[in-house]
């Protein structure tokens, strides 16, 4: 499956974005889905994730409560939703496909998007 990123830019602290990721292909809708976000001299650390069916998502600690991921199979796209964002979140935002069930762990995850950039300013 192919994957492309979007939706990103810059934003005030405390700002919402909302960042897409769309899939090419019949069988986007069996794929677990994630999001994941890489800072300058950073690695890449997971942010979310969502199951095939959509009904299990899973995030990390420090975007809990603030960012929610959904999918939409009938459009072949997964969602970030980033509400009350902080500086702290600037990284390039990455999607991927993986295992059905979702997960947090990037080698279980076979197939990534280009990467959009998501720039919070204080």
């Known amino acids: 499956v192919q994957l492309q990123a979007c939706g990103g830019g810059l934003v005030q602290a405390g700002g919402s974005l909302r960042l897409s990721c769309a899939a090419s292909?019949?069988?986007?809708?069996?794929?677990?889905m994630g999001w994941f976000r890489q800072a300058p001299g950073k690695e890449r650390e997971f942010v979310a994730t969502?199951?095939?069916?959509?009904?299990?998502?899973y995030y990390a600690d420090s975007v809990k409560g603030r960012f929610t991921i959904s999918r939409d199979n009938a459009k072949n796209t997964v969602y970030l939703q980033m509400n009350s964002l902080k500086p702290e979140d600037t990284a390039v935002y990455y999607c991927a496909a993986g295992v059905g069930s979702g997960s947090r762990w990037s080698d279980e995850y076979g197939s990534w998007g280009q990467g959009t950039q998501v720039t919070v300013s204080s």
């Open positions: 969502i199951s095939w069916t959509g009904g299990t998502t």
């Open positions: 292909g019949r069988t986007f809708s069996s794929y677990g």
